[in-house]
């Protein structure tokens, strides 16, 4: 078993971060499997030195280890070019320079039926630059749905989930991914490149064979199983895990520096302190030998809900 965490250098992490990484790391442990660290730093507007320097110090404290070296994306962009250059061979891609606003407004035109849909990028794109043969070299390139489809012909697409809660094998509908997903963007014009073709194009190059996530990119899987077919790549297993809320049933995000691991070592907490405040097991051990395999299914089971007081110690701790 390989698994990995994937970080974006672009911020503090938090409890949620570490249910993710230890998990991965535990699954993989427990498999005598590789548990591998990647750097998805392609938003060079974001990403920071700093931040990624405090990523490595905090999983070290939490006691998690990775080999060498460390995949960064920003050094993969020749990669991400190359599977650009596949499809764009197999005539799925097209060029698009519509702006937010211009999406907007042609989602909301009455012509366009149903009205606005939002898949996992957001409004689902309603085609203009389809048929238009743009020649702008700073366009993003999107690819176009229904011609990926009749590429693959009759294939049926499909994924394994073992996670508790989605645990079986999921599959994707064409019609779904036409009208639900549409022709997503695979290379912004800012960074050449995109989440969803850079994740795929890496997840292969590392030979993940469980791809352990957030339950919030359970709808963006159906894109990367999709190109990896396009791309013929492996489909890796997938663990869509719960996400860890604060007290009031929100999940946590970036700027959420209350819930920094950073603030939480501070404070004296231990490694293990934030395994228990994220309902994971300790380590596995020779004692303890098949530890976190089992993650809680029922959401009343996260520290947020059952102990509020005690599952987020307050400053007034120090
Ligand atoms: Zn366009």
């Known amino acids: 078993m390989r698994t990995r965490f994937a970080p974006s250098p672009t911020g503090p992490l938090h409890l949620g971060h570490a249910y993710c990484a230890i998990l991965a790391h535990d699954m993989a442990q427990a498999a005598g499997g590789t548990f591998l660290l990647r750097i998805e730093d392609i938003d060079r507007t974001r990403a920071r030195p700093k931040w990624e320097a405090q990523i490595f110090d905090d999983l070290h404290w939490l006691g998690l280890r990775w080999p060498d070296p460390v995949m960064r994306q920003s050094a993969r962009l020749d990669?991400?070019?190359?599977?650009?250059?596949?499809?764009q061979a197999m005539g799925l891609l097209y060029r698009?320079?519509?702006?937010?606003?211009?999406?907007?407004?042609?989602?909301?035109?009455?012509?366009?039926?149903?009205?606005?849909?939002?898949?996992?990028?957001?409004?689902?794109?309603p085609g203009?630059?389809?048929?238009?043969d743009r020649d702008d070299a700073d366009a993003a390139l999107r690819l176009n749905m229904e011609k990926a489809l009749s590429f693959l012909g009759e294939a049926t697409l499909s994924f394994?989930?073992?996670?508790?809660?989605?645990?079986?094998?999921?599959?994707?509908?064409?019609?779904?991914?036409?009208?639900?997903?549409?022709?997503?963007v695979l290379a912004r014009r800012d960074m050449g490149t995109s989440y969803h073709l850079s994740v795929v194009v890496d997840d292969a190059a590392q030979g993940m064979t469980d791809v352990v996530r957030g339950e919030d990119l359970f709808e963006a899987t159906r894109i990367h199983v999709l190109l990896q077919a396009l791309l013929d790549l492996p489909t890796p297993r997938y663990h869509?895990?719960?996400?860890?809320?604060?007290?009031n049933g929100k999940r946590l995000a970036k700027r959420d520096d209350a819930r920094a691991i950073a603030k939480y070592r501070a404070e004296g907490l231990s490694p293990a302190d934030i395994r228990s405040l994220?309902?994971?097991?300790?380590?596995?051990?020779?004692?303890?030998?098949?530890?976190?395999?089992?993650?809680?299914?029922?959401r009343s089971q996260t520290p947020t809900r059952r102990k509020p007081d005690q599952a987020f110690p307050r400053s007034s701790r120090t």
């Open 128 to 132: 203009t630059c389809r048929s238009l």
């Open 160 to 184: 394994e989930d073992t996670s508790p809660r989605h645990a079986g094998r999921h599959e994707i509908t064409p019609d779904e991914l036409i009208h639900r997903v549409g022709d997503i």
């Open 96 to 125: 698009c320079t519509c702006k937010r606003r211009d999406i907007e407004a042609a989602a909301d035109a009455p012509q366009e039926g149903s009205g606005p849909v939002f898949g996992p990028d957001g409004l689902v794109y």
């Open 240 to 247: 869509h895990h719960r996400l860890i809320r604060d007290e």
């Open 278 to 298: 994220v309902g994971l097991p300790a380590p596995v051990s020779p004692d303890n030998p098949t530890a976190s395999e089992q993650e809680p299914t029922d």
């Open 79 to 87: 990669d991400y070019s190359a599977a650009l250059a596949k499809l």
